[in-house]
C-alpha cells in the first residue's frame, strides 16, 4: 500500500502487552507507510486523557484483559463527543460481544490472528473511508475490501451519514446498489451464490394512519434491529425504502435464504411491538431471489427478482414467503403467441402511466374511463366493473383485510378485464358461444392485463390479483393452475364477484341472467372447486349486508358443509 493511497496518519492503540502494540505499529508501518504513526496507551484513563491532548484518526482498543471494558470505554469517549472510527480486537470471537460492540459504535471487530494481522492495514483503511465517507480502497476485483462482520450493522453514533439511512442506522438504498455491484461480481468471479431477501412490514400505512408517524418510526428502528439480531455479522442490510427492508446473504444459496426468512417470519410474528404503551403485533411478506440459481444476467435482477416475488407474497395474503424461482409467472413468457398489436398495449400502458404518475390515487378516473370505453363496445357488459370493484372492497374488509388492502382489491377488480382491450372485436362482440380456439383466445386477456399493468410501479400488487382472478380453487383454472391458498386473496375475491354479477347481468349474451338467490346457489355449488369456500361465505354476508340477498331459501346449509369440510383439511 503506497503512502498516497492511505489518509490515515494517526493511531491510538489501548493496550495492556506491550509486545501486541509493537506487533501492531511495525505491521502498519510496513502494510501502510513509514509514516503512520501509532500512539500506545495501556489503560482507559490514559487512552482519554491522550485523546483530549491530541486529534487521532482511529482509535483500536484490545479487549483481551476485560471483554466489556473496551465497549464500555468506546461509550465513554462517545459520551465525550469525541468522534472517530473504533476497532474492537479481541482473541475469540463472540457473537455476543460482537454485537454488543457494533450497539455501542464500533466499526468493526478483529479477532487475533495472523490472517487478520496480515489484511489488518486493508481492514483498517475500510472502516476509515466508510467512517467519513470519503471513498474506499480498491481491491482486484475494483471494489472496496469488505469488513468482514459488520456489513449490515446499524452504527450507532457518528457514522458516513453517504451510507447510512439515518432512522435506522441501516445502510441506505444508493449504498446497497452499490454493495450488490460489488457481491454480485465477485459471486460470478469466484463462483459462489449469494442471495437475496426483500422484507416488507405489513400494514404499515395503517400502523401510521393509528398511531401516528412517530410510531412508525419506532417500529421501524425496531424491526431494524430485530433483522440485525437474527442475520449474520457477514449480511448487508439496509432500508430499502419506506418499510421494506433488503438482506444480501454472500454465500448463502436458496436453502439457506429461505431458512432465514422462515425464522424472520416467525420472529416478527411472535414478537410485540409497544406503541403508546399498548403492544400491537406485526407480521412481514417476505421475497427470495438467489444468483445462479435464478437466471440473473444483470446485477440489478438480484433485487428486482426478490422485489417481484415480494409483490407475490403481497398479493397472496402478506405473511409468507415466496421464492422467485416458484412463481409460476416466470414460465409467462413461454405462453403462445396470439396476433395482438404491441403498440395497443404500450398505448393503454402510457395512458395510464400519464394519468397515474402524479399520486396513487389519481389513476382511478382514468381507469373508469379506460374502462368505460371497454364496456361501451358491449351493452351486455355495461357497469360490470364497478359492481366488480364495490363488492370487492366489501368482501376484503369483511375478510379483515386492512383498508390499503382491501383497496388494491377494489381497484384490480375495476381492472380485472382491462386486457379485454387487446382482444379482437369480432371475438369479443360475438353474438354467438366462442369455438374453442376463440376461447383460447379470449383466456388470454387475464395476462394481457397483467402485462399491461405489471409495468406500472404501484400497480404490481393490482396486476397480480388480475393475472391470477381466473383461477380455481381446485387447480383447474387458468393461466398458471394456481390452487388453494396460492392463488392470490384478492383473485380469489374477484373471482367471485366477477362470476356473480356475469350471471346477474352480463351474461345476457350467451342465456339468461338469474336472480341473487339462485346466483349464490351457484357460487355455492362450485365453492371448493371453483371458488374459495371462505370467501364466498364473506360474499354472502356482504349481499345480506347490503340488502341484495332477502330469501332465507338459498343452500346455506350446504355452505355451512363445505366450510366445514374445508377448515378440517387444512
Known amino acids: 500500500m503506497s503512502t498516497g493511497q492511505s489518509e490515515i496518519r494517526q493511531i491510538l492503540f489501548v493496550n495492556q502487552d506491550e509486545g501486541e502494540y509493537i506487533r501492531i505499529?511495525?505491521?502498519?508501518?510496513?502494510?501502510?507507510?513509514?509514516?503512520?504513526?501509532?500512539?500506545?496507551?495501556?489503560?482507559?484513563?490514559?487512552?482519554?486523557?491522550?485523546?483530549?491532548?491530541?486529534?487521532?484518526?482511529?482509535?483500536?482498543?484490545?479487549?483481551?484483559?476485560?471483554?466489556?471494558?473496551?465497549?464500555?470505554?468506546?461509550?465513554?469517549?462517545?459520551r465525550r463527543r469525541i468522534s472517530m472510527p473504533f476497532v474492537l480486537m479481541t482473541p475469540v470471537w463472540d457473537d455476543q460481544l460482537v454485537r454488543e460492540a457494533i450497539k455501542a459504535g464500533v466499526a468493526d471487530v478483529l479477532v487475533k490472528s495472523e490472517e487478520e494481522y496480515g489484511r489488518l492495514a486493508g481492514k483498517l483503511l475500510d472502516c476509515y473511508h466508510k467512517f467519513y465517507g470519503i471513498g474506499h480502497a480498491a481491491d482486484d476485483t475494483g471494489s472496496a475490501p469488505e469488513s468482514d462482520g459488520l456489513a449490515g450493522a446499524p452504527a450507532a453514533g457518528a457514522g458516513a451519514p453517504s451510507i447510512k439511512d439515518e432512522l435506522t442506522g441501516l445502510y441506505n438504498h444508493s449504498y446497497l446498489h452499490e454493495r450488490v455491484v460489488r457481491e454480485f461480481s465477485r459471486?460470478?468471479?469466484?463462483?459462489?451464490?449469494?442471495?437475496?431477501?426483500?422484507?416488507?412490514?405489513d400494514h404499515f400505512k395503517d400502523i401510521n394512519e393509528e398511531h401516528g408517524y412517530?410510531?412508525?418510526?419506532?417500529?421501524?428502528?425496531?424491526?431494524?434491529?430485530?433483522?440485525?439480531?437474527?442475520?449474520?455479522?457477514?449480511?448487508?442490510?439496509?432500508?430499502?425504502?419506506?418499510?421494506?427492508?433488503?438482506?444480501?446473504?454472500?454465500?448463502?444459496?436458496?436453502?439457506?435464504?429461505?431458512?432465514?426468512?422462515?425464522?424472520?417470519?416467525t420472529v416478527f410474528a411472535k414478537s410485540s411491538f409497544v406503541i403508546e404503551g399498548r403492544e400491537i403485533n406485526v407480521t412481514v411478506s417476505i421475497g427470495i431471489s438467489c444468483f445462479p440459481e435464478d437466471p440473473i444476467k444483470r446485477r440489478g435482477d438480484l433485487l428486482s427478482f426478490a422485489t417481484n416475488a415480494l409483490s407475490q407474497s403481497k398479493a397472496a395474503g402478506r405473511n409468507r414467503v415466496t421464492l422467485y424461482r416458484e412463481m409460476t409467472p416466470l414460465h409467462l413468457d413461454d405462453m403462445p403467441e396470439i396476433k395482438i398489436s404491441q403498440e395497443k398495449i404500450s398505448e393503454f400502458q402510457r395512458r395510464i402511466s400519464e394519468s397515474a404518475e402524479t399520486a396513487r390515487r389519481s389513476y382511478v378516473e382514468a381507469s373508469i374511463t379506460l374502462i368505460k370505453v371497454l364496456e361501451s363496445k358491449d351493452s351486455f357488459t355495461a357497469g360490470h366493473a364497478?359492481?366488480?370493484?364495490?363488492?370487492?372492497?366489501?368482501?376484503?374488509?369483511?375478510?379483515?383485510?386492512?383498508?390499503?388492502?382491501?383497496?388494491?382489491?377494489?381497484?384490480?377488480?375495476?381492472?380485472?378485464?382491462?386486457g379485454k382491450i387487446c382482444i379482437p372485436d369480432e371475438i369479443l362482440l360475438k353474438p354467438s358461444r366462442l369455438t374453442f380456439s376463440e376461447f383460447e383466445t379470449m383466456k388470454q386477456h387475464s395476462y394481457l392485463g397483467y402485462k399491461i399493468l405489471k409495468p406500472i410501479k404501484f400497480l404490481r400488487e393490482e396486476?397480480?390479483?388480475?393475472?391470477?382472478?381466473?383461477?380455481?380453487?381446485?387447480?383447474?383454472?387458468?393461466?398458471?393452475?394456481?390452487?388453494?391458498?396460492?392463488?392470490?386473496?384478492?383473485?380469489?375475491?374477484?373471482?367471485?364477484?366477477?362470476?356473480?354479477?356475469?350471471?346477474?347481468?352480463?351474461?345476457?349474451r350467451y342465456k339468461d341472467t338469474c336472480g341473487a338467490e339462485m346466483a349464490?346457489?351457484?357460487?355455492?355449488a362450485c365453492a371448493g372447486t371453483q371458488f374459495d369456500p371462505e370467501v364466498v361465505k364473506a360474499f354472502v354476508e356482504v349481499l345480506k349486508t347490503r340488502g341484495e340477498l332477502i330469501s332465507p331459501t338459498?343452500?346455506?346449509?350446504?355452505?355451512?358443509?363445505?366450510?366445514r369440510?374445508?377448515?378440517?383439511?387444512?
Open 25 to 78: 505499529q511495525k505491521d502498519l508501518a510496513r502494510q501502510l507507510s513509514p509514516s503512520v504513526r501509532v500512539d500506545h496507551a495501556r489503560d482507559a484513563e490514559e487512552a482519554l486523557h491522550k485523546l483530549v491532548q491530541k486529534s487521532y484518526d482511529l482509535l483500536i482498543i484490545d479487549s483481551a484483559v476485560d471483554p466489556s471494558s473496551g465497549i464500555r470505554f468506546v461509550d465513554e469517549v462517545r
Open 187 to 201: 459471486a460470478t468471479r469466484y463462483h459462489y451464490p449469494v442471495s437475496c431477501l426483500m422484507v416488507d412490514i
Open 214 to 265: 412517530g410510531a412508525g418510526d419506532k417500529l421501524l428502528k425496531e424491526s431494524a434491529q430485530m433483522l440485525f439480531a437474527q442475520c449474520r455479522l457477514g449480511d448487508l442490510i439496509a432500508r430499502y425504502g419506506g418499510e421494506e427492508f433488503c438482506v444480501i446473504l454472500p454465500h448463502i444459496d436458496y436453502i439457506g435464504a429461505l431458512d432465514l426468512a422462515r425464522r424472520l417470519r
Open 386 to 418: 364497478a359492481r366488480c370493484s364495490k363488492y370487492a372492497r366489501e368482501v376484503a374488509l369483511t375478510l379483515g383485510m386492512g383498508v390499503d388492502d382491501a383497496e388494491v382489491v377494489q381497484h384490480a377488480a375495476l381492472l380485472h378485464d382491462i
Open 463 to 508: 396486476a397480480q390479483y388480475v393475472l391470477h382472478h381466473h383461477e380455481w380453487f381446485n387447480g383447474e383454472g387458468y393461466p398458471c393452475h394456481l390452487k388453494g391458498d396460492d392463488i392470490p386473496l384478492g383473485s380469489r375475491i374477484i373471482s367471485v364477484t366477477d362470476s356473480y354479477d356475469t350471471m346477474r347481468t352480463a351474461g345476457a
Open 520 to 524: 349464490v346457489n351457484e357460487l355455492i
Open 554 to 563: 338459498y343452500h346455506a346449509d350446504r355452505l355451512d358443509k363445505i366450510l
Open 565 to 570: 369440510e374445508h377448515r378440517q383439511s387444512l
